[in-house]
């Protein structure tokens, strides 16, 4: 492919005869694996074959194993489970990480993963392999290209399960090797005019040949057939048709995604040595299938001739006419026969006047034939290594224990294929959440996850207002009278208030974090949940041993910490150690998580505040006590100093009335005017209110404290209310 431009990071591919290549040498590659799926998925289930009577017994072995297989392997949908690795409990990774969460769980649910991955588990089963495709889709035109201005609605992710015939990839030895994959889609002519332009007019519609039937005559609506490349090696994605030499249209990968390709590697059984070509496992038992199939035919043959069937004298016709009447006798009641003519026996044995045909032979030929056909049944279960217990079948003579060993051997052989679902379900999920990570907007996780995480413009406008509040004190302090206390309390109030603003995670920061493609993969790991149905009994026996290993270490560390605080980390890695082999799920993970991190709180707060020693805690009481005195004698001082203010007033207003009263009678002015009377009082209680102070003052000095150790303890003077 030497035909191609650049321009800027895109390599831009004019000519359509490259890729064509590339996909007709996939489908002569994948050629005869395809053929044989098609004869495979008949055998499986082909409703006029097994409709048609006059057809020969069949013992339908190959539907009845992957019936038991099906569910054994794969019985309901993945759980998506984001969590932080390394476990990290900071904020920000988590409230990511379970922003994250929501939106795969929703979107699990909403799009029906469920659906796709039953399709992929009987692909792989029947077929030997299974391919999903995850898409992004919102209101924008197709047609135009993503930039930062778009602005998306709607965001979705969904699930497509991709049929064998429309998936095709480079042929390679092994996975990472492969160097593009390419999607199959069958579009009507509205429906590619609107999404490639006039270019798609060009292209010949045709017919689906696995939707036609010659027998019915169907032949289904003619579509025209567009291929969809990602290219890893080109780094460009392509749309492609057979009979048009131009490309319809190519575009820088529009996904970041960490493994390039919008789908995760399928789900295979069986590879071939060095090659990813499907063996399906119907060919592992296809020889005992055909026996079993064989012997099924005879059987059924030699029943048919398993019949009473006698010979007798053709002169006897009375006797033959008595014979066949008991034959055909149903009535319990009737026990004997009549016949007409019973003289003409003469006397003779009647069974020595009749020959049966012997069913003896045929009898023990076919039991003979089902115990053949059952050991064959035997080699197809240790070729598919089917347990009788996971078929339901046991012996009344069998231990519980013998049972227990027979389900495990069993679910040891399908193991693998457990695993390689859940991988598949993994990876599924993965690419889902990495498309959510890259295109969905806040909003759109917003709405999803129903978090009520603040924006940064919100956090910066709260900071604002605090800032313009503290700025409006401050002016206001200028020009009239605002202690300096409530100026230094509202100004520290408002730093600790910044502080947790600037500690807040918003909606903004935890979408920037999902955004970072070099930091996402390092912060969060995603993961699912097991595929298999679980066992009520041992799922029950897990959740007591958890709980049991966990009280029982909760219990034994308690006493290590009460005794020696400096013991809590040790204690915290201890609890988390005993349940590290437990899934206890998310929400449990956290809460332990919690529990640890608080018993190493503690232990910090221990060892910088270590508990104090009788010594110490005999003068801290005598400081708080020589505190209560001080502080019962400011009270005293304040009442009395209440008490002259009251009295004083009396005396002035008494002296003011005196006086007024004298001066009217003697029509002259009052002895004492009313300025010198309060001056005078004002100067006595200001001698009293200086002697109060000077008692405060001997009463509120440090006082020291020598313990019987010889340490030395000082209590720290406070002044009283009212004293400043």
């Known amino acids: 492919m030497n035909d191609y431009e650049t321009a800027g990071t895109e390599a831009t591919i004019r000519d359509a005869r490259p890729w064509l290549e590339c996909i007709g040498d996939a489908k002569k590659y994948f050629q005869l694996w395809l053929d044989k799926c098609d004869s495979i998925d008949k055998l499986y289930a082909d409703l006029r074959r097994l409709a048609d009577v006059s057809g020969d017994r069949e013992f339908q072995m190959f539907w009845a194993n ?31 990480s379970a922003m994250l969460e929501r939106a795969l769980i929703v979107n699990v649910e909403i799009e ?63 996975w990472p090797e492969v160097g593009w ?55 460009c994605v392509v749309w492609i048709a057979e009979g048009v030499e131009e490309v319809l249209d190519i575009r820088a990968p529009f996904l970041k995604l960490d493994g390039f390709f919008p789908c995760p590697k399928p789900a295979y059984s069986t590879l071939e040595r060095r090659k990813l070509i499907p063996v399906p496992d119907y060919y592992f038992c296809r020889d005992q299938f055909d026996e079993i199939n064989e012997l099924t035919a ?25 014979v066949e009447a008991a034959l055909r006798q149903q009535d319990n009641n009737a026990i004997l026969v009549p016949v007409a003519n019973f003289a003409a026996l003469g006397g003779a044995i009647l069974r020595d006047s009749i020959i049966w045909l012997p069913i003896t032979e045929v009898a023990a030929t076919i039991r003979e034939l089902l115990l053949l056909r059952r050991q064959i049944i035997d080699d197809v279960y240790q070729i598919t290594g089917l347990s009788d217990i996971m078929r339901g079948v046991t012996e009344p003579q069998e231990t519980a224990t013998a049972q227990e060993l027979k389900s495990q051997y069993g679910s040891v052989r399908i193991r693998e294929r457990q695993i390689e679902l859940v991988r598949f379900a993994r990876d599924l999920v993965r690419i889902a959440g990495e498309i959510m990570a890259e295109n969905f907007t806040p909003e759109t996780f917003t709405t999803i996850t129903q978090m009520s995480l603040p924006t940064t413009a919100a956090i910066q406008e709260q900071a604002r207002k605090l800032t313009e509040n503290v700025a409006k004190l401050l002016q206001k302090s200028d020009s009239q009278s605002v202690l300096p206390d409530q100026l230094q309390e509202v100004h520290q109030e408002t730093q600790e208030r910044l502080n947790e603003l600037a500690e807040t995670v918003t909606i903004d920061q935890v979408v920037a974090l999902l955004r970072e493609q070099r930091i996402r993969p390092f912060v969060l790991e995603i993961e699912t949940d097991s595929t298999i149905q679980a066992d009520e009994n041992m799922e029950k026996q897990r959740r007591t041993e958890f709980l049991s290993s966990l009280a029982g270490v909760i219990q034994q560390l308690t006493p290590l910490v009460q005794a020696q605080p400096a013991a809590g980390p040790f204690a915290a890695e201890m609890i988390k150690f005993s349940v590290a082999p437990f899934r206890a799920g998310r929400a449990m993970t956290a809460v332990i998580e919690d529990f640890t991190e608080t018993i190493r709180e503690q232990a910090q707060q221990a060892a910088t505040n270590p508990q104090a020693g009788p010594a110490q805690l005999a003068a801290q009481s005598e400081g708080q006590r020589f505190e209560f005195e001080k502080q019962k004698h400011a009270d005293e001082m304040a009442l009395k100093s209440k008490e002259l203010d009251q009295v004083n007033d009396r005396e002035i207003r008494k002296a003011r009335i005196e006086g007024d009263l004298a001066g009217n009678a003697a029509g002259q002015p009052a002895a004492y005017s009313m300025s010198e009377v309060i001056t005078q009082l004002a100067g006595q209680n200001a001698q009293v209110l200086q002697a109060l102070a000077v008692i405060g003052q001997i009463l509120a000095a440090p006082k020291s404290v020598t313990t019987p150790e010889g340490r030395i303890y000082t209590t720290q003077p406070s002044s009283p209310p009212g004293m400043n």
């Open 298 to 322: 005879r059987i059924s043959a030699l029943a048919e001739g398993l019949r009473m069937k006698g010979f007798y004298a053709a002169g006897a016709g009375d006797l033959a006419e008595a």
């Open 66 to 96: 992957l019936e038991v297989l099906r569910p054994s392997i794969y019985s309901r949908p993945p759980q998506p489970a984001v969590a932080t690795r390394f476990k990290d409990m900071s904020p920000m990774p988590r409230n990511a």
């Open 181 to 235: 994959v390419a999607k199959r889609a069958w579009l009507t002519r509205d429906q590619g005019i609107a999404r490639f332009g006039d270019i798609f007019a060009r292209i010949d519609l045709k017919e689906r040949q696995e939707l036609s039937d010659s027998e019915t005559g169907y032949k289904g609506e003619k579509k025209g057939e567009v291929w969809e490349i990602w290219s890893k090696t080109r780094n």
């Open 112 to 174: 029906d993963i469920n659906a796709v991955m039953l399709a992929v588990r009987d692909d792989m089963l029947i077929n030997g392999r299974g391919v999903a495709w995850v898409r992004y889709e919102d209101d924008s035109d197709p047609t135009e290209e993503i930039g930062p201005a778009h602005e998306p609605r709607n965001q979705r992710v969904p699930y497509e399960h991709v049929d064998r015939a429309d998936f095709l990839h480079e042929p390679a030895r092994k």
